[in-house]
């Protein structure tokens, strides 16, 4: 048997090994480039959340002299030191394949342009945008003595500027009326001084440039450079190096001492401006010098500075992958389909009392949803609508709909989650809007984070009440719902429906929920279900019976989980895991783990979905959940595990996972030591994401065809 300490992984590494998961794929030469340059981009992004929340919390832990150790056996700083260096392997890779990128990409005439290789008309093209629009929006900033030193937003680009000063010409930190001391005689040296130009969050990095066919850009620090000197007239420019801070965001709402929680929320974001800085990425070509005098200003450890060797922040190239014209260097379109089970002629309403539906996003539109709560805002039939949002699109259609429905005197309710991480700014703003349209507006839990979806319609029938619900893997919005695969669940089941207005009341009236009929819900009874699930298999392999787990989610991490399918493994369930993300359980280490699969996609789309799979004795119970199996949703968080029955929605969500569990192009298999491999391909090439788009082309022109067969008569209007 393994000991304690090698029984899990480390969850950062296992982080940053899915990272490296992207840039496997954005390194894949099978991948048209803008798509290799957009999973590039990905990289950066991921890297800089990963900085923000959780190095920023294990540096807290470091600092503070916490010697307390993870799961894995490591202690904060062992953490920090292993994240150091397996960073810095990414980095070097990251802009090894950049380069290879921008070269492969200026053969099909798209071509970065910098600071040194500006043809004349480019020139002409740039100076004439630095002094009409550069040089009026951006203000340097002279360090001076004694005073504080310029603090740059977390995130932003920022160019750091050394000058040679004449002693002799007044500067900002002597004031010109100050007399020279006798005794002390003039300084001939010139003096360094520094200055920073913040970029702030205004503007576009990517400049487009003149181009002799195809597309030329350049990066806004290197248009900059071409012209700084107008920034310091009369006072030479010795060196110029762009740089950036990363800042903590590990940081919380302190709700036992927060009456007002939209109040303390907004002083969270507000500290956030002024955290700690994490990181320093600054230009490799910086000298020493520079580095020195930033790190003293920034107050950042040498360890935790990053030289790149490159265009920092890579996730600034979005719009090149995004550029049009170019089209065969992408991948072909992807659009979501209609669902054959939505007559978009029918009112969704009959649809679901038809019979449950279930939706596999983005191959089938997400439209039936906002479809579904735009009907109930504008049905005179219905009385109330209760909802959570988590995290929604800018100009959501869902959260105009829902003030539409109070304003036209329906009962609508709100569950506003305002410490979405990252969405809490745009979340305060969307629950102020909906309180200004008379929706109750509720703030979540004291103490937990409402991540569930759901929404719920109460309908007025002819037989009834009736009330609508709909369930999802993925948040309420569909600008990510194009790029996310998640499931939906439609259905007007009674169980279900109890379920769910007993969950809402459980929130909005802060009382302890019944028991539910089909529903479980963290942090109450989810972990307890899933563990009672785990292990109901266990009891079955060990009495000699067919016994499976196969689970589809973006994290495993929970400890009590995951030794829950170690017992397993050992009495003999066959286990398989699809884990998008981070998975502190080792795999195939005998006697602990050999019966478990662990395996990852990376595609064009973001696995997202949750769906769990338990073959109890035959009899298989299928779930969608909104919870990935880490502590934080299930001790922290308001998380659902939904139960799918009808029979012709359990055959396609198994037939979804045989399809995850056979992919050999874009899988990789996780290994014992934390590494992965790429899954080696045995017969024919299983790309699952290919062939559910392919199942959705299918389904949606056999509608078609049968709509077309249908003879419906065409009757004389009435008079």
Not at 37 to 57: C, H, M, P, Q
Request: a negative charge.
């Amino acid at each position: 048997m393994a000991t304690e300490e090698k029984r899990y992984l480390n969850r950062e590494l296992s982080w940053l090994e899915f990272n490296q998961r992207v840039l496997d794929e954005a390194a894949d030469g099978e991948v048209p480039p803008l798509e290799q340059l957009k999973f590039l981009a990905i990289t950066s992004s991921n890297l800089d959340e990963f900085y923000k929340v959780r190095v920023g919390g294990l540096q807290q832990l470091a600092h503070s002299g916490v010697a307390k150790r993870d799961p894995s056996g490591m202690t904060p700083s062992e953490q920090l030191s292993a994240i150091r260096e397996r960073v810095a392997e990414m980095t070097r890779d990251q802009y090894g394949l950049f380069d290879s990128l921008m070269k492969l990409l200026a053969e099909s005439r798209l071509t970065r342009v910098d600071h040194n290789n500006a043809n004349p008309d480019q020139s002409r093209v740039l100076e004439r945008l630095f002094s009409n629009e550069i040089y009026g929006v951006y203000t340097p900033m002279a360090v001076v003595d004694e005073a504080p030193f310029p603090r740059p937003t977390g995130g932003t680009m920022n160019l750091c500027v050394k000058l040679s000063v004449d002693p002799n010409r007044p500067f900002r930190d002597r004031p010109t009326d100050e007399p020279n001391d006798p005794a002390e005689p003039p300084s001939t040296e010139p003096q360094t001084r520094y200055a920073i130009i913040p970029f702030g969050t205004a503007g576009s990095r990517v400049i487009t440039v003149p181009s002799d066919g195809g597309y030329s850009f350049i990066l806004l620090e290197d248009a900059v450079r071409m012209f700084v000197e107008r920034f310091f007239a009369g006072t030479p420019v010795v060196e110029v190096v762009a740089f950036r801070v990363t800042l903590d965001a590990d940081l919380s709402v302190r709700e036992d001492a927060a009456s007002d929680l939209l109040g303390e929320m907004r002083g969270v974001l507000e500290a956030r401006k002024e955290s700690h800085c994490v990181r320093l990425e600054i230009e490799d070509n910086a000298s020493e010098e520079l580095v020195e005098f930033l790190q003293a200003g920034l107050r950042v450890d040498s360890a935790d500075v990053l030289k790149i060797p490159g265009p920092l922040d890579l996730s600034a190239f979005f719009p090149v992958a995004e550029q049009r014209g170019f089209g065969h260097l992408r991948y072909p379109d992807w659009t979501s389909h209609p669902s054959p089970a939505i007559d978009p002629t029918r009112s969704i309403f009959e649809t679901i009392a038809d019979g449950d539906v279930l939706l596999y996003h983005p191959y089938e539109s997400f439209s039936p949803v906002v479809r579904f709560i735009e009907e109930a805002a504008a049905d005179p039939d219905v009385l109330a609508i209760k909802q959570t949002l988590y995290r929604t699109s800018r100009n959501s259609p869902i959260v105009a709909a829902l003030a539409l429905a109070a304003e036209a005197g329906k009962a609508v309710t709100a569950i506003v989650e305002l410490k979405a991480r990252f969405d809490e700014e745009r979340n305060i703003a969307r629950a102020e809007d909906l309180e200004r349209a008379g929706v109750q507006v509720v703030y979540g839990v004291r103490g937990l984070k409402t991540h569930a979806k759901v929404c719920v319609v109460v309908r007025r029938e002819p037989a009834g009440i009736r009330r609508y619900l709909h369930f999802g893997t993925g948040n309420y919005n569909e600008k990510t719902a194009r790029i996310y695969s998640d499931a939906s669940l439609l259905t007007c089941n009674d169980d279900l429906a109890a379920d769910a207005i007993s969950f809402f009341n459980a929130i909005t009236g802060y009382s302890q929920p019944q028991q539910f009929r089909k529903l479980e819900a963290a942090p109450l009874g989810l972990r307890d279900r899933v563990r009672e699930l785990i292990e109901a298999e266990t009891h079955r392999a060990r009495q000699g019976l067919k016994a499976r787990i196969r689970v589809k989610l973006n994290a495993v991490v929970d400890p009590e989980l995951i030794d829950a399918l170690y017992e397993a493994s050992t009495a003999g369930v066959k286990v398989d895991l699809n884990v998008r993300g981070v998975c502190c359980l080792r795999p195939g280490i005998p006697g602990l783990s050999e019966n478990i699969r662990v395996v990852s996609i990376i595609d064009r789309y973001l696995e997202h979905a949750r769906i769990l799979q338990f073959h109890h004795g035959g009899d298989e119970l299928f779930y969608i959940s909104s919870a990935d199996w880490m502590p934080r949703n299930l001790d922290r968080r308001v998380e659902l595990l939904v139960p799918v029955e009808r029979r012709t929605h359990r055959k396609r969500l198994s037939r979804i996972l045989d399809l995850y569990f056979k992919e050999n192009v874009k899988s990789r298999r996780l290994l014992s030591n934390g590494e992965y491999e790429r899954v080696k391909s045995e017969g024919d090439p299983i790309r699952s994401q290919a062939i559910l788009n392919d199942q959705a082309v299918e389904r949606m022109r056999e509608t078609e065809q049968a709509r077309r067969t249908v003879f419906e008569p065409y009757r004389a209007a009435e008079n």
